[in-house]
């Protein structure tokens, strides 16, 4: 039976995952490929650095030329971080005549036209399963086992990282900058989190979902985004008061004025399955107008999650699945325009959660309530408690708004930030229930 060759480039955690898989369960995979699947190369310029693996004398090489080369090698797993020599190289990679398998979701989200047009006319394949969620089958779905439907809805935690604050916050009271250090001990955050904290990685993952899941052609920089960096204690306190978790959702929904894009700090109402994801796991809702609501939970990051979508999309590559889906989607081209339009965000009607720092004293509910209402915004409940957080001077003020448009909010917060009852440091978070 013809054995398929492959290599691996970048050796760093989760390349040393996916050489785990492919050198200690070769039966398994040979199994699902249909014949036995050989890492030949793994190239990496540190040659020396210890990993919690040991490849076979002679495998571990800093020469990717020589797998370029090697005409046997019909594909090749990339997991280098970052944009280059990332791109250059998968390049040319697909120019040596091989199909890639990536991780790296801010590649595609920054060069996916260029990347997949020329593995196109190449008649190459790109496959990047673990590109957005980690361990969790999310491209797969979307791309193939929903696509009998119209996507309605995707709504994402797409960052473990985030989650994991968020989590560390609401379940043992910790501020957010212990809670990002105790990331940091864990190996979740990076010793600069961030694009994490700052709805970057969930912005260029959401902007891979909303291209898949609705043929959206957008660049992940016009998602307006805002991240958990804002998040105080005090409002993870105040909305578990009012019945909900505070997580950073990523929202893709169509709805009669065109695609709505966020990613912003959300309260989810307790209960509800997105509100219950915890610690550093990932979860995905998508709601298809024949399936109804499905809902992946999973982890979003780490060695052997990671590890596990790449070597699902490599036996894919293999078996040659990859081909057929990868031509037959025509992702990311400079081909053709979106298929949706993105909606106007100042028109998305949504319920709000606002805190103000006001001022102790007779009448400023009635002013701030007095700017929503003319507003055409409605409250629907009100908290203000008599044991002041800040001091004599200053109490905290907590609104739930009822639906209302975006951009009236918006006006209405540039309006009450001007009073002067009201200190600076208003917060405004979307509410789901
Ligand atoms: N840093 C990301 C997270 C994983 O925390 O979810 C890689 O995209």
Redesign the pocket.
């Known amino acids: 039976m013809d054995v398929a060759k492959v290599a691996l480039v970048g050796f760093g955690t989760i390349g040393s995952g996916v050489a785990r898989l492919l050198l200690e369960h070769p039966e398994r995979i040979a199994r699902q490929a249909g014949r036995p699947v050989r890492l030949v190369r793994v190239v990496d310029p540190d040659l020396r650095r210890a990993r919690n693996m040991t490849l076979p004398g002679g495998m571990l090489t800093g020469d990717l030329q020589s797998v370029l080369a090697d005409r046997e090698v019909a594909a090749v797993v990339q997991l280098i971080g970052g944009l280059e020599p990332e791109r250059s190289i998968m390049l040319r990679v697909l120019e040596s005549g091989k199909d890639v398998v990536t991780a790296n979701?801010a590649l595609l989200a920054e060069h996916g036209v260029e990347l997949f047009d020329r593995a196109r006319q190449l008649g190459r394949s790109i496959a990047f399963e673990a590109a957005v969620a980690?361990g969790i089958p999310i491209i797969a779905a979307i791309s193939e086992c929903l696509t009998a439907n119209q996507v309605e809805s995707v709504r994402g935690i797409?960052?473990?990282?985030?989650n994991?604050i968020l989590s560390e916050m609401g379940q043992r009271g910790s501020s957010y900058s212990e809670s990002v250090s105790e990331a940091q001990r864990r190996g979740?955050?990076?010793a600069d989190p961030t694009?994490?904290v700052d709805g970057t990685?969930a912005a260029q993952?959401l902007a891979i979902l909303a291209h898949l899941a609705f043929g959206a052609r957008i660049n992940w920089r016009d998602i307006p985004r805002t991240g958990i960096d804002v998040v105080e204690l005090a409002d993870i306190r105040y909305a578990a008061e009012l019945g909900y978790h505070v997580k950073l959702l990523a929202t893709a929904e169509l709805g009669g004025d065109g695609l709505e894009l966020h990613v912003s700090p959300t309260l989810v109402r307790q209960g509800t399955p997105l509100a219950e994801v915890r610690g550093?796991f990932?979860a995905v809702r998508v709601v298809g107008d024949a399936v109804g609501p499905v809902f992946f939970h999973g982890q979003?990051?780490g060695q052997m999650p990671t590890a596990s979508a790449v070597v699902a999309d490599l036996i894919d590559t293999v078996v040659g699945r990859t081909a057929i889906t990868f031509r037959t989607l025509r992702l990311w081209s400079a081909e053709g325009g979106s298929a949706v339009a993105t909606c106007d965000p100042a028109r998305v009607p949504g319920r709000y959660y606002l805190r103000f720092r006001v001022n102790d004293r007779p009448g400023v509910l009635a002013e701030i309530a007095g700017i929503l209402g003319s507003n055409q915004i409605s409250i629907a409940s009100v908290i203000q408690h008599e044991a002041s957080e800040e001091g004599d001077e200053l109490v905290p003020l907590v609104i739930m708004t009822h639906s209302a448009p975006e951009g009236a909010l918006r006006t209405a917060m540039q309006a009450i930030d001007r009073l002067p009852c009201v200190h600076t440091g208003s917060v405004r978070m979307r509410v789901r229930d």
């Open positions: 979701k980690g797409l960052n473990g990282t985030s994991f979740y955050a990076e694009l994490d990685d993952k550093a990932n979003g990051a």
